[in-house]
């Protein structure tokens, strides 16, 4: 089965500065998606980013960026320039790229805390 | 993007009573469906994977018969606790697998409370 893990619970980090959370997975296949995704007070999933397993390109989207590490099995997420709007809960997801399994995986999150 | 309208945002029931969560997609055909949990400051949990005109796949664990989900159209998937106990209490999270773009797409949320 499918892991995935988050190993921290909170992280804080000053307005304007950069902040990396972790995501490390277990998976035996070769196929898949990651994912970031953001749950503010509002407890609205916001998808952050997608990274597809086959492509060597870590994905960015303005102030978000990834580092995937495929062999390490590691998904890292920066955040660049934090904004107040950024803290929320972030949950890394993990699902297969096959057609009638795509349910996802999520991690324990990580509670992200802006300075002001 | 795409929307997912899920309904009620939040429920308060009596125990022993039956609660219906609805979840539409609102611009898009979805063929499946799926049903988190979250507890409180916990992680989302799948519960079951709907697929329109079929049986749901229910996750170990979860009552099939407590949590009834019917997906009987491309637009719509319904959770149904039924008998609800306070243990029930929880936040249900609907999303909607948008195909043609392998998208999955998120509802508002659930409150439920069973006093």
């Known amino acids: 089965a499918q892991t995935v893990t988050q190993s921290q619970p909170e992280m804080s980090v000053q307005e304007a500065e950069t902040v990396t959370l972790s995501c490390t997975y277990d998976?035996?296949?070769?196929?898949?998606?990651l994912f970031w995704y953001k749950q503010p007070p509002s407890r609205q999933m916001i998808l952050v980013i997608r990274q597809e397993a086959y492509k060597q390109q870590n994905a960015t989207e303005n102030r978000f960026s990834v580092n995937f590490q495929k062999a390490a099995k590691s998904f890292s997420l920066k955040i660049s320039d934090s904004q107040l709007g950024d803290a929320a809960m972030y949950f890394c997801?993990?699902?297969?790229?096959?057609?009638?399994?795509?349910?996802?995986?999520f991690g324990t999150g990580t509670r992200l805390t802006i300075i002001p | 993007g795409a929307v997912v309208s899920q309904h009620p945002s939040r429920v308060i029931c009596k125990s022993g009573t039956s609660v219906k969560i609805e979840c539409r997609s609102l611009d898009f055909q979805a063929t499946t469906m799926f049903w988190y949990r979250q507890f409180p400051k916990k992680s989302l949990m799948l519960m079951a994977t709907?697929?329109?005109?079929?049986?749901?796949?229910?996750e170990q664990g979860v009552e099939k018969d407590k949590f009834l989900i019917n997906h009987a159209s491309l637009t719509l998937s319904t959770l149904t606790v039924t008998s609800a106990h306070p243990e029930d209490s929880s936040f249900y999270i609907c999303?909607?697998?948008?195909?043609?773009?392998?998208?999955?797409?998120f509802g508002s949320g659930t409150q439920l409370s069973v006093l």
């Open positions: 999303s909607a697998l948008e195909g043609a773009n392998e998208k999955l797409f």
């Open positions: 998976t035996s296949e070769s196929d898949y998606y």
């Open positions: 997801a993990y699902r297969l790229r096959n057609f009638g399994n795509e349910k996802l995986t």
């Open positions: 709907s697929n329109e005109g079929s049986k749901a796949t229910y």
